[in-house]
């Protein structure tokens, strides 16, 4: 095992390899308090990469309800459960990763293969309430909400140290230097599945036809030349950028992803005390308690949120959020000028723009040119 620094559990870790930092990181914001569950996010990414013999169970992109719903059932739950929890001082992880937990037993990772039937059902538990019933004529008014849940999508996290490379004893599944891409070299994978009880977030799926492990390839040939991946480019929500991510010490305000992450960081990691330093990042839902987000999350959920919710009078963080899903190709930098929020690519070509203000037009009850009278219906 080597030692190595996980900066989002804020110290150092054991890990199979060596740290390896790509050229740049693949890397994406959620804002989970747009998504819709829409699935269209699920519907796009199956059409594209899924609709083969032996892919039929699979959802390489995922939308599961909180907090009961699951793809596979309890994957997350479950590896909670095996690796004890998680205490955090502040913002250190003071519990076992899921590498350290492993070290005990002389494995290399801490996992479970999930049953088949546990994959049969991805919308098991959706919109199913936290809290209680809600009644007739009920009515939420305060933050967070007593009565809840929320839409999580989630894809491969193509995480710094990623658990699919330790667990695989054939060294078919790579990190690409170049962008950090995780993916599984189909013409090794003997189909042995180590990756698939090895991934915390299970992501890696069997197919039975081919006997191979596979899984998301972060749609490679649109990411290489800078354009969004399927599920990102057609969310119907909006809650998606993707870019790169910068190691901490090297954040560039200007870089739409490094912003959000490390800047304001209101976008967090998801079960970062799993260890694989996961680079798909959410903006927690604000109406969610406390607790379970700071499980999910880890501690810096209440900052998030409080910084989220003060998005109306700080103008950068508005302009970068209303230019989430406004554009097709990767959007490397962006600025806010006279209430313009505009992206740029690597190029430095604009590649999308947004007033950060919607005009109101109110529309006169007496319309002059036609002679009559609008009835206000509301
Ligand atoms: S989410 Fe799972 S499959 Fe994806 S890189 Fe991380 S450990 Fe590997
Ligand atoms: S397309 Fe977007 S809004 Fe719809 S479920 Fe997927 S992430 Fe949510």
Same mark, same amino acid.
């Not at 699979?58 to 590896?79: A, C, I, Q, R």
């Not at 599944?173 to 698939?196: A, F, M, T």
């Not at 960081?265 to 330093?277: D, E, R, S």
């Not at 998005?311 to 970068?320: E, I, M």
């Given at each position: ?11 150092? #870790? ?22 819709? $569950? ?8 199956? %059409?594209?990469? %899924? ?6 169970? #699979? ?10 719903? *699951? ?21 250190? /992880? ?16 801490? *996992?479970?293969?999930?049953? !088949?039937?546990?994959?049969? /059902?991805?919308?098991? *538990? ?11 004529? #009920? ?43 995780? !993916? ?20 890696? #799926? ?36 993707? $870019? ?55 501690? *810096? ?14 103008? %950068?963080?508005? $302009?970068? !959020?209303? !230019? ?41 009850? /007496? ?12």
């Amino acid at each position: 095992m080597e030692d190595v620094f996980n900066w989002q559990i804020n110290r150092n #870790m054991k890990y199979p390899y060596p740290a390896a930092m790509p050229e740049k990181q693949f890397a994406a914001v959620f804002d989970i308090n747009k998504c819709i $569950g829409c699935q269209t996010c699920s519907i796009t990414c199956k %059409t594209t990469w %899924t609709a083969g013999r032996g892919q039929e169970y #699979m959802f390489w992109n995922n939308v599961e309800s909180k907090p009961y719903g *699951g793809y596979p059932l309890y994957w997350d739950s479950k590896l909670l459960e095996k690796i004890g929890g998680g205490k955090w001082n502040n913002n250190t /992880y003071e519990g076992k990763t899921i590498f350290e937990k492993a070290a005990e037993e002389n494995k290399s990772v801490e *996992g479970f293969l999930p049953a !088949l039937e546990d994959w049969s /059902y991805p919308n098991m *538990g959706e919109d199913e309430i936290s809290g209680g019933d809600v009644k007739q004529g #009920m009515h939420i008014e305060s933050l967070p909400h007593p009565i809840w849940f929320f839409y999580l999508p989630r894809i491969c996290n193509h995480c710094s140290y990623p658990a699919c490379v330790a667990a695989c004893p054939r060294q078919s599944v790579y990190k690409r230097p170049e962008d950090g891409i995780v !993916l599984i070299d189909q013409s090794r994978c003997q189909g042995y599945r180590q990756c698939v009880s090895g991934c915390p977030y299970k992501k890696p #799926m069997y197919n039975a036809t081919t006997n191979r492990s596979e899984k998301c390839v972060a749609c490679y040939p649109k990411t290489e030349v800078s354009l969004h991946t399927q599920c990102m480019e057609h969310c119907i929500g909006k809650i998606r950028t993707q $870019g790169w991510l910068s190691q901490p010490d090297k954040a560039d305000p200007s870089n739409p992803i490094d912003y959000l992450v490390h800047i304001k960081k209101i976008a967090l990691p998801l079960y970062p005390q799993f260890g694989t330093q996961p680079n798909i990042y959410y903006i927690p839902p604000i109406h969610v308690p406390s607790p379970y987000l700071v499980q999910m999350f880890g501690t *810096g959920v209440d900052a998030a949120i409080k910084a989220y919710k003060a998005a109306p009078s700080d103008t %950068t963080l508005k $302009g970068l !959020l209303v !230019l989430f899903g406004s554009c097709a190709e990767l959007m490397t930098k962006f600025e806010v000028k006279n209430d313009i929020a505009i992206g740029y690519n690597s190029k430095g070509d604009v590649v999308a723009q947004a007033p950060i203000v919607e005009p109101n037009v109110i529309r006169e009850h /007496y319309d002059k040119a036609r002679d009559v009278y609008r009835l206000d219906v509301t």
